[in-house]
């Protein structure tokens, strides 16, 4: 009988139809490889050649040097604009994007549900009506300027072959920028820079409410030793309250019952160990090698790629028909360079940490639905807002506004309350600080500043003829009956604010005598300006303190002396907690624990600096919080149980009660589990080495680099892990922490560090990091990143010219 079918041929049907799937599954990959590479490469910003750009007057060129650094050449500023939109959307619009929708709380509709709760935050404040509002009452010049860049951007976007890969991952399309779009990212930086104040404020309330006073004012000082104002000098610490006013070890003294004592492990970090600052000084033209002024300015703030900044160079003629050219940094979605120089003059910004918001508490009205106001009980107002989410169904979200603001909350008594920001009043957003392109003299600058609309800064200014001064920008509002620094109720008229400084009222100091100007976040003034600008929640003033040492310390300065103060990692802040930490491992304590010598030791060999190989940095620091922790948990207890969300790290002068405490070392004022302060501190001390250890690597793994690594990501890499080998930058451990000028932290530092004379910028340094380009496959993504992360001088001018695009007029 024959056999069914041929083996030979049977094998060879096989291996055909697996060589024709194999084909076949080798051309999808080809095919959808091949759709992602131009996909991936159609959303790469044009470089070379020309386009067109309907709008402008005359051809602009964007000469790009090897950082893709560009030099934006028109004939007139409306042009210049026009080109800069066109170029940040090329090259950062998914950045602008989410701006915008942060600030308008829409950011659910492009990512999903996730962002849902951050949209109700925002929302609350209707900033996209605000931002109508605000753009409705612009200068017709201004209005031209932000309708010409919103062209530039839809022109940019649409010029794109492709969308760029966020949306792809995303599964949307981009929608075109608005006039608004502008004004929301300016209403970004004020959620950003001033989103904590109402929190802080609520939190003093709720530690004058529950503790006896002196002990509130001991817990809440106006400032330590540390402090480093321009104007006046530190403030004296209240002292420690004595036994008659508050005792932990009296049995009738507040604390929790017995099982719900504090437990040190769930007590907060200290916000300031959290959040990074900003530094900047100036010194006159008589300290310069070179006769004229010169600034520094690092603006810190969270780390990410795109960096929050875009560098650019603008050149166009100025009225007199000479050269306006201005060097800096633009934040994309707006128009203008935030910091930089024009030639003539240069200007820089750190945040004021002023007192700008107030909690108003709303007395219920007889009626419901009513509160109560000056001119009698007033109905809310109820606005509906519909939240989209991607792949979700619409939430409606009902605001309750009132006189002064929107309903925020319900504080620890179940009292409504309103806030009153100046963020939600129609000066808050304006493109005044455009005018500094043209100011040649800080005398001219000064009324530019004051009138700008812009979260409130500590802006320095430096003239190419030697001048310096300070002064604040954004708008001031005039308090009366209150110092804002507590919730209050505001109803019966005796409480307010009254319209808003002008100009000639805004503090400024011009020229000091000691030729030297420096802000660090802390407070700068006292007496009448400090009642104006009031107290947000100002930083200690270590890091100010240490610039100004710095400066005072040397008679002559150019920029490389500059880069080297904002790189100064010196640990002058914790040299004394070193010296207690020496002190509390005695030789008795170490003998009866070999781990404490071991400590001791790497602690005595610190080097004095927030250096990577450094154990003994990273064991103080630690050894500070255990302590930290420990003194505060049980003082403010009575404050945590009134209200869960009492945060006593929020404070930020908290350094000053818990030195005096460990100095001091008052018994009624100790955890009644220790018998003395030695013992909370040698328990601190054998917290920090378990603390570091918890790995069980042994202790002299735990450097300082080893905590601090620095990771730079993109905002996907944290959702889908699987693409940061693409989209972000490398962990590395660098350096610096947030008491020092070297400001660096695992997420958060210098945005960018800047040193320039002004008529000098060809010496002029500037760092970023990251690089120009938000796009992964672009030569710019992470360009110029290396010199920002080893602090090598990286030129303020841009480089020879690498790639020219001319912008064409086309009718529309």
């Given at each position: 009988m024959r056999p069914f079918g041929n083996p030979s041929q049977a094998r060879y049907r096989q291996r055909r139809w697996a060589l024709l799937v194999t084909l076949g599954l080798l051309a999808v990959l080809i095919g959808v490889g091949g759709w992602l590479y131009l996909r991936l490469h159609g959303s790469l910003a044009?470089?070379?050649?020309?386009?067109?750009?309907?709008?402008?007057?005359?051809?602009?060129?964007?000469?790009?040097?090897?950082?893709?650094?560009?030099?934006?050449?028109?004939?007139?500023?409306?042009?210049?604009?026009?080109?800069?939109?066109?170029?940040?959307?090329?090259?950062?619009?998914?950045?602008?994007?989410?701006?915008?929708?942060?600030?308008?709380?829409?950011?659910?509709?492009?990512?999903?549900?996730?962002?849902?709760?951050?949209?109700?935050?925002?929302?609350?404040?209707?900033?996209?009506?605000?931002?109508?509002?605000?753009?409705?009452?612009?200068?017709?010049?201004?209005?031209?300027?932000?309708?010409?860049?919103?062209?530039?951007?839809?022109?940019?976007?649409?010029?794109?072959?492709?969308?760029?890969?966020?949306?792809?991952?995303?599964?949307?399309a981009p929608k075109l920028w608005r006039p608004e779009d502008t004004a929301l990212v300016v209403y970004a930086m004020y959620l950003d820079l001033q989103?904590?104040?109402?929190?802080?404020?609520?939190?003093?309330?709720?530690?004058?409410?529950?503790?006896?006073?002196?002990?509130?004012?001991?817990?809440?000082?106006?400032?330590?030793?540390?402090?480093?104002?321009?104007?006046?000098?530190?403030?004296?610490?209240?002292?420690?309250?004595?036994?008659?006013?508050?005792?932990?070890?009296?049995?009738?003294?507040?604390?929790?019952?017995?099982?719900?004592?504090?437990?040190?492990?769930?007590?907060?970090?200290?916000?300031?160990?959290?959040?990074?600052?900003?530094?900047?000084?100036?010194?006159?033209?008589?300290?310069?090698?070179?006769?004229?002024?010169?600034?520094?300015?690092?603006?810190?703030?969270?780390l990410r790629l795109p960096n929050i900044w875009y560098r650019a160079t603008f050149v166009y003629p100025d009225e007199r028909g000479g050269e306006r050219r201005i060097h800096g940094v633009t934040l994309p979605g707006a128009p203008a360079i935030v910091a930089g120089s024009n030639g003539h003059l240069a200007w820089g910004h750190t945040n004021s940490e002023g007192d700008w918001a107030d909690l108003v508490i709303l007395e219920p009205g007889l009626e419901p639905g009513t509160y109560q106001t000056p001119e009698g009980p007033r109905p809310f107002t109820r606005l509906q807002e519909v939240l989209t989410a991607k792949d979700a169904p619409p939430e409606q979200l009902e605001i309750l506004e009132t006189l002064w603001g929107p309903v925020v909350d319900r504080d620890h008594q179940g009292r409504q309350r309103a806030l009153r920001w100046v963020a939600h009043d129609a000066r808050a957003v304006n493109l005044n600080l455009l005018a500094l392109e043209g100011a040649d003299t800080v005398n001219a600058a000064l009324d530019i500043v004051n009138r700008a609309g812009a979260p409130a800064q500590n802006v320095l200014l430096a003239d190419a003829d030697g001048h310096i001064a300070w002064t604040l920008s954004g708008p001031i509002p005039r308090r009366f009956g209150h110092g804002g620094r507590l919730p209050s109720s505001w109803a019966d008229g005796r409480r307010g604010w009254s319209g808003w400084l002008e100009p000639a009222e805004y503090p400024r100091i011009v020229d000091p005598p000691g030729g030297r100007l420096w802000t660090a976040n802390g407070r700068v003034v006292d007496e009448?300006?400090?009642?104006?600008?009031?107290?947000?929640?100002?930083?200690?003033?270590?890091?100010?303190?240490?610039?100004?040492?710095?400066?005072?310390?040397?008679?002559?300065?150019?920029?490389?002396?500059?880069?080297?103060?904002?790189?100064?990692?010196?640990?002058?802040?914790?040299?004394?907690?070193?010296?207690?930490?020496?002190?509390?491992?005695?030789?008795?304590?170490?003998?009866?624990?070999?781990?404490?010598?071991?400590?001791?030791?790497?602690?005595?060999?610190?080097?004095?600096?927030?250096?990577?190989?450094?154990?003994?940095?990273?064991?103080?620091?630690?050894?500070?919080?255990?302590?930290?922790?420990?003194?505060?948990?049980?003082?403010?207890?009575?404050?945590?149980?009134?209200?869960?969300?009492?945060?006593?790290?929020?404070?930020?002068?908290?350094?000053?009660?818990?030195?005096?405490?460990?100095?001091?070392?008052?018994?009624?004022?100790?955890?009644?589990?220790?018998?003395?302060?030695?013992?909370?501190?040698?328990d601190a001390a054998d917290a920090t080495l378990a603390e570091l250890t918890a790995d069980g690597r042994p202790l002299a793994a735990h450097t300082w680099g080893d905590y601090n690594q620095v990771h730079i990501q993109h905002p996907f890499s944290r959702f889908l892990p699987w693409l940061s080998g693409w989209l972000d930058l490398p962990a590395q451990a660098l350096p610096g922490e947030l008491h020092m000028p070297r400001v660096q932290t695992s997420g958060s530092g210098a945005s960018e560090r800047l040193a320039v004379a002004p008529g000098r910028e060809r010496d002029g340094i500037l760092h970023l990091p990251g690089g120009q380009s938000g796009h992964p496959l672009s030569p710019f993504y992470r360009a110029g990143h290396a010199a920002w992360a080893t602090g090598e001088p990286s030129p303020l001018l841009p480089g020879p010219t690498a790639h020219r695009l001319r912008l064409e007029p086309r009718a529309p």
């Open positions: 044009q470089l070379d050649g020309a386009a067109p750009l309907t709008g402008l007057s005359a051809p602009v060129t964007v000469e790009r040097d090897s950082l893709g650094i560009p030099t934006i050449r028109g004939e007139n500023r409306l042009d210049v604009a026009r080109a800069t939109g066109f170029i940040h959307a090329q090259e950062r619009f998914f950045q602008m994007d989410l701006l915008r929708r942060t600030a308008a709380g829409e950011l659910a509709a492009l990512v999903g549900a996730a962002a849902l709760n951050l949209d109700r935050a925002h929302r609350l404040h209707r900033f996209r009506q605000r931002a109508r509002q605000a753009l409705a009452a612009a200068l017709p010049v201004d209005q031209a300027l932000i309708v010409a860049y919103t062209a530039g951007v839809n022109a940019g976007l649409a010029a794109l072959s492709a969308p760029s890969f966020e949306y792809l991952l995303l599964r949307t989103n904590q104040q109402w929190l802080r404020e609520s939190a003093r309330g709720v530690l004058r409410d529950r503790l006896p006073p002196k002990l509130a004012a001991f817990l809440d000082p106006p400032g330590t030793e540390w402090d480093a104002p321009l104007q006046g000098e530190p403030f004296p610490p209240p002292p420690p309250p004595g036994p008659e006013v508050f005792d932990l070890r009296h049995p009738d003294s507040p604390r929790p019952p017995v099982g719900e004592e504090p437990k040190v492990t769930e007590f907060s970090t200290p916000s300031d160990e959290m959040v990074s600052g900003s530094n900047n000084w100036a010194v006159a033209g008589r300290l310069t090698t070179h006769g004229g002024a010169l600034l520094a300015n690092d603006m810190h703030l969270a009448a300006w400090l009642k104006q600008v009031g107290d947000g929640g100002y930083m200690l003033g270590a890091r100010a303190r240490q610039i100004r040492d710095g400066l005072l310390a040397r008679d002559r300065f150019d920029e490389q002396d500059f880069l080297t103060l904002q790189l100064d990692d010196r640990a002058l802040f914790l040299a004394r907690w070193r010296e207690l930490l020496l002190a509390t491992l005695t030789p008795d304590t170490t003998r009866a624990n070999p781990r404490r010598e071991e400590l001791r030791h790497y602690v005595a060999d610190w080097g004095g600096r927030a250096a990577v190989d450094s154990v003994g940095y990273r064991a103080v620091r630690a050894f500070r919080l255990q302590v930290w922790k420990r003194a505060f948990a049980p003082l403010t207890a009575a404050c945590r149980q009134a209200d869960p969300r009492f945060d006593y790290s929020l404070l930020r002068q908290s350094e000053g009660p818990l030195w005096q405490l460990v100095s001091q070392r008052p018994p009624h004022l100790l955890d009644p589990r220790y018998p003395d302060w030695s013992a909370l501190l040698l």
